[in-house]
């Protein structure tokens, strides 16, 4: 990766663009020498039509993996590597899909899509052109994404069953949700959106699947949460794959009324779900199939499967809350709990609460505990992002907004965005929204709270990408801890608890019947860990956080790194929020029954 990494401003080009520039023939002309530098591979033909600090993502399409690549040399080495691995066609331009696009009065680029076909593969594209100081336009993003498999086509739309049940469904429901006639190809574990969304992926494309979920309902690792725990992401943002949100749904959506979709979703969609259900091993498969599984019911009878795919979807950790080690607890008179065990502020009705951590649980359960009458500080030991949802959510999202792009064009467009580039993009939007939040984040810092505007003032992306946490968009609570309603205590580290509290390393104390910990979770490993033999503890790689291209370790992929015959082929991760999950699940679905049709290349290293 380039050691300075800039955004492609018309002074850094030397450039400018024309009111009446003609985007259709600009990127009809730039298309046409990409389509045919690629069919034929010339690869320096491919780098001619580049700027030299280029973007090219790849997700599946070329690699069998996802990959960021950064200038021309760079990529120069990838397409020299992978195009010869691949019989590429049918490329064309979509031509109601071309804009000239100035997200800031000194960036201009023309961003256009496009479709192409791969040897097995049928693959989109977006790409933006920038403006040269001697007319010409040249690419300064590229992204090529796996959209199907061919001869493999999604069994909707046109394909769904077109014969009249008179009578036979609920058995032949009840038949498929006990696997009586047909074992599963694949366990996804857990059945929150991650789960689910995978499994209707797979459904669609015709694989058995299973999904075992320890709760009692669908819904329940939402349901079961702090009570006044509600979505700070969009509706537009967070649709299902199939199945979008009504027209009427709220724009944040209440953590109990997620839960009662995701139960509808389960039984609209017809997955095969199994509640209160345990996995309780994953391990070699003995029986020609890659993986045993053994799942425990409510009646505590186990039932054996083989299968060549085993999914985790259990979120971060598990759901396994991290509480640091501070010396003192068994001394400690009080009650002390993580954050995903806290439900209702009313439990400690008359009570002094301490809450320690300042991002997004620690405001929700903080304003939650005022709004009902309680007590409550707030103890933050580092800096917290904070942008108001008003100002931020319209300028970061809106593309996942009212009167935005269709779902799936949304998704794409956001996807074509490399974090490095989003990086830069977002550290000119955070400035923006900083500025539209001043008085609020003045009072913030009147009262002591301690402010960061992310990674190299990049807001809360890079935060979310490496650590998952560090931030909080702001619902009401900041203005709470302005208020002075939300007590506040953040001038220095813990250094024990007491018998009757917390004891500060500058020697000052804070009194307390209740202490919550929002402090994160464990790592996403721990459930591999929990379920695998220890001797594939150390093969699972980093599953979370951003590699040196900039993306996710392992997300969305297997957890046991690249090799074909690694020890781990076949345990996937499928995590993340409600749209990463939405379009990152079709990437997994496709992943996993390539391989059952024999058709997987070779993920690039």
């Known amino acids: 990766m380039a050691n300075q990494l800039t955004l492609p401003t018309l002074d850094n080009l030397r450039s400018s663009v024309t009111p009446d520039v003609d985007v259709q023939a600009v990127a009809s002309r730039w298309f046409s020498a990409f389509a045919e530098a690629m069919q034929s591979k010339n690869i320096p033909a491919v780098i001619d039509l580049l700027v030299d600090d280029v973007f090219w993502r790849d997700m599946l399409a070329l690699t069998w993996d996802f990959h960021t690549f950064q200038s021309t040399p760079s990529i120069k080495t990838f397409l020299t590597d992978q195009l010869p691995l691949f019989t590429l066609s049918s490329f064309k331009l979509k031509k109601d899909l071309v804009e000239l696009q100035r997200p800031y009065p000194d960036i201009a680029w023309i961003q256009a899509f496009f479709d192409f076909e791969t040897t097995v593969g049928i693959a989109s594209g977006v790409f933006r052109l920038v403006p040269l100081a001697d007319g010409s336009w040249k690419a300064h993003t590229v992204f090529t994404n796996l959209e199907n498999l061919k001869g493999f086509p999604e069994e909707n739309g046109p394909r769904r069953d077109h014969q009249p049940n008179h009578g036979k469904w609920a058995a032949k429901r009840a038949r498929e949700i006990e696997c009586v006639d047909e074992e599963p190809s694949v366990i996804v574990i857990g059945g929150g959106q991650s789960g689910l969304d995978v499994a209707a992926r797979l459904k669609m494309l015709g694989m058995k699947t299973l999904v075992v979920e320890k709760n009692e309902r669908i819904g329940d690792n939402w349901r079961k949460r702090y009570t006044a725990l509600c979505l700070h992401d969009p509706v537009w943002y967070d649709h299902m794959p199939y199945l979008p949100f009504p027209a009427s749904w709220p724009v944040y959506t209440p953590a109990l009324k997620l839960a009662d979709w995701l139960e509808s979703y389960a039984h609209s969609m017809e997955l095969d779900v199994w509640t209160s259900a345990t996995v309780m091993s994953v391990i070699p498969g003995a029986k020609g199939k890659k993986w045993t599984v053994t799942v425990q019911r409510a009646d505590g009878k186990e039932r054996i499967f083989e299968v060549n795919h085993v999914v985790f979807a259990l979120g971060f950790g598990s759901g396994m809350g991290r509480i640091p080690d501070i010396p003192g607890q068994d001394e400690f008179k009080g009650q002390i709990l993580h954050s995903s065990k806290h439900n209702l502020a009313t439990d400690h009705a008359g009570q002094k609460v301490v809450v320690v951590g300042a991002c997004t649980s620690a405001h929700d359960i ?29 300028r970061l999202m809106s593309i996942f907004w009212e009167g935005g792009p269709p779902t799936d064009i949304a998704d794409r467009v956001n996807a074509s965005y490399p974090n490095s580039l989003l990086k830069l993009m977002h550290t000119r939007i955070t400035k923006d929204i900083a500025d539209a939040d ?20 990049s807001g809360f992306l890079l935060m979310a990408w490496n650590k998952g946490g560090g931030y909080y968009l702001d619902v009401g609570a900041s203005q709470m801890i302005i208020d002075g309603k939300i007590k506040l205590k953040s001038d220095g580290p813990i250094s024990r608890f007491t018998q009757t509290g917390l004891l500060f390393e500058d020697g000052s104390t804070l009194d307390a019947d209740v202490v919550v910990f929002a402090t994160g979770y464990a790592d996403a490993r721990h459930s591999y860990r929990a379920l695998l033999p220890e001797s594939l503890h150390d093969k699972l790689y980093p599953i979370w956080g951003l590699d040196k291209e900039g993306e996710l370790n392992t997300v969305w992929r297997e957890v046991g790194g690249r090799a074909k015959d690694g020890e781990l082929n076949g345990i996937w991760c499928m995590m993340g929020n409600l749209a990463l999950c939405r379009f990152h699940s079709k990437h997994l679905a496709l992943q996993i029954k390539s391989y059952e049709e024999g058709i997987f290349g070779t993920r690039y290293q």
């Not at 505990?369 to 959510?393: A, C, F, H, L, W």
């Open 366 to 394: 903080c304003a939650d505990y005022v709004e009902n009458g309680v007590d409550v500080t707030m103890v933050q030991r580092s800096p917290s992002y904070i942008m108001s949802t008003k100002e931020g959510m319209p």
């Open 438 to 457: 001043k008085c609020l984040l003045d009072g913030l810092r009147k009262r002591g709270f301690k402010l960061t505007l992310g990674d190299d003032d």
